[in-house]
């Protein structure tokens, strides 16, 4: 099939894609379980995820996740973050292992956050999950212990928005909080390619269709891992759209305190179910109360089922044979309609879905970010671990 865009392709290779990275983490799957046993001696070691934007987002997607399967503590912190305030993040007294994301590997906050945590602590290690084998972050030399993990090559988006990039360094996170049983695993992640072929299959047109509406803002609810899929759906809407679309997500829970003032008559308001019946009566109840306020311009719902009694505009739904598809894996095809959606919305919009910015405001590798040297607290020179 023959692309104008490469966001479109990229966002319709991701099935196949995640059964390529699942392939990567059985090919390397005794060398990483090496690796964690040596930097994560204990329970009592942390695992911090970071990278900015998008791969940022990444690890809110999947720390629940990872720290539920493995009993570590897991935490996403922004790079950006990292980068201003290292001291209140990095803990120089317990082994930590930090998790960087990266399409490019490029980016001036991923490579300095990474330095100032080897600057602050010798017992940080580094697992680094890139799409470019050749980006500074994955070249970078220290002597704290480090892994480099390189997703297939076809996850290197090309295009401004990353889509597949996320996903598929997603996947291999959650993959390896599981690798005691990754061979046991191929039925589920056959499932989840399967569905989420499915979903683009069957709710591409309907998805473009919406994006004919008057919308002018949109609002992305999700819980526990969902809610990282929120937030990036969101910044992929707001991304494509160059800002015409305002966006904003939140919790299921938490739209009440506050942020549900945001929703008139022209928002899309898109609900990102859990396949947990224990938060779906959280989840549904939100649903009803939203039907006494003002009534969103169009309602769509992602869930494992149909959820016909509440009313909503579109339901995107798993067919019979996808069910029991974990909550973690799940995540990955719920950010697809929102990749989908903000496609055909950029498009609509007049806009090129490959480099939607048309005023230069954002790029595919951040740009104008200096970076200053960091003098408090250091290690003393002779302790830094770093060549």
């Known amino acids: 099939m023959t692309y104008k865009y490469y966001t479109l392709k990229e966002i319709e290779q991701q099935p196949e894609l995640w059964l390529k990275t699942y392939d990567v983490l059985i090919a390397q799957s005794k060398s990483i379980i090496g690796f964690l046993d040596e930097v994560l001696p204990t329970i009592q070691s942390e695992v911090i995820f970071t990278g900015a934007g ?3 987002f990444i690890g809110e997607m999947v720390a629940a996740t990872f720290q539920g ?16 305030h290292p001291e209140l993040y990095i803990n120089p007294a317990i082994n ?43 070249r970078l030399s220290y002597k704290n212990k480090k892994y480099v993990l390189v997703m297939p090559e076809e996850a290197n988006d090309k295009s401004l928005a990353m889509t597949s990039s996320v996903t598929t ?40 269709n919406i994006a004919k509406l008057n919308i002018k803002r949109a609002v992305f609810l999700g819980s526990g891992p969902n809610l990282g899929v929120a937030r990036e759906s969101h910044l992929k809407l707001q991304e494509l759209t160059d800002g015409k679309v305002i966006c ?24 990102l ?46 067919p019979v044979e996808f069910f029991g598809i974990e909550e ?40 104008g970010v200096n970076i200053y040297p960091f003098e408090k607290n250091k290690l003393q020179e002779s302790e830094i671990e770093k060549v």
Do not use: W
């Open 328 to 367: 973690g894996f799940l995540t990955l095809c719920n950010l697809i309609p929102a990749q989908l959606f903000a496609y055909y919305k950029s498009i609509e919009n007049g806009l090129n879905p490959d480099a939607p910015s048309n005023n230069g405001t954002i790029h595919r590798v951040v740009q």
């Open 54 to 56: 998008s791969s940022f």
């Open 273 to 318: 179910f859990s396949n947990d019946e224990y938060v779906l009566q959280y989840e549904k109840d939100l649903v009803e109360s939203m039907k006494k306020g003002i009534t969103p311009l169009f309602t769509l719902g992602v869930s494992e089922k149909k959820n016909t009694s509440l009313g909503l505009d579109l339901s995107i739904k798993l």
């Open 96 to 138: 930590t292992l930090m998790v960087s994301f990266a399409r490019s590997g490029n980016s001036p906050e991923s490579v300095a956050a990474v330095e100032l945590a080897n600057r602050i602590s010798n017992k940080v290690a580094h697992l680094i999950i890139t799409c470019n084998k050749e980006g500074e972050l994955a």
């Open 248 to 271: 904003k997500f939140d919790s299921f829970l938490g739209l009440r305190h506050g942020p549900k003032v945001v929703v008139d008559d022209e928002t899309l308001l898109v609900y």
């Open 169 to 208: 360094m997603a996947l291999s996170v959650l993959l390896i909080s599981q690798l005691n049983k990754i061979n046991e695993l191929k039925e589920q992640i056959e499932k989840v390619s399967n569905y989420a072929q499915y979903i683009i299959s069957t709710y591409k047109s309907e998805l473009e």
């Open 69 to 84: 399967n493995t009993g570590i503590s897991s935490k996403a912190i922004s790079s950006t973050e990292i980068v201003t």
